[in-house]
């Protein structure tokens, strides 16, 4: 019954990879259930070794790269306030340090300066820099470099 061995090793390593979070014990488990299958076929025990090694290399060269790229890289989409980080608004109430309201993406906004000195007058572009909560926080747009 090696294959019953196979499967008792592919889940100690599936146990272990719920606890490292690596990626590897996890692709391993996955060679070491392909092995299960291979000893259950009725393959001697080099064969096993061959379909271990083979399964085991092709996860951990092939597949985990890719996953750990996928896990790493920053999303494409962004979504939320993060969405609205460098877009251009429109100042519908003068936008001072402390207060001010723009229209950004067709709704009203709460605004203040990036500059605490700056006072921007309303019809005036600006871009929003950065959001805290609800309120946008802007630099005039004819200012930018």
């Known amino acids: ?6 499967l008792l090793v592919a889940l100690g390593l599936g146990a272990a990879e719920f606890f490292t979070l690596a990626l590897v ?15 259950g076929v009725g393959v001697g025990l080099l064969g096993q070794l061959v379909a271990l090694g083979v399964s085991a290399a092709a996860g951990l060269f092939l597949v ?3 996953a750990m790229r996928h896990l790493t890289q920053s999303p494409l989409i962004k979504e939320g306030t993060d969405a609205l980080i460098g877009k251009c608004a429109e100042v519908m109430q003068e936008v001072t340090a402390t207060r001010g309201l723009i229209k950004l993406s067709g ?3 709460s605004a203040r300066t990036l500059d605490e000195t700056q006072v921007i007058p309303a019809g005036a572009m600006v871009d929003v820099m ?3 909560g609800a309120t946008a926080v802007v630099y005039p747009r004819d200012l930018l470099p």
Do not use: H, K, N, S
Request: proline content about 7%.
């Open 64 to 66: 985990r790269p890719v």
């Open 107 to 109: 709704e009203d906004w």
């Open 130 to 132: 950065e959001i805290e």
């Open 25 to 39: 014990c996890g692709l391993l488990a996955g060679a070491a259930l392909v092995t299960a299958v291979v000893a």
């Open 1 to 6: 019954m090696p294959w019953f061995v196979w």
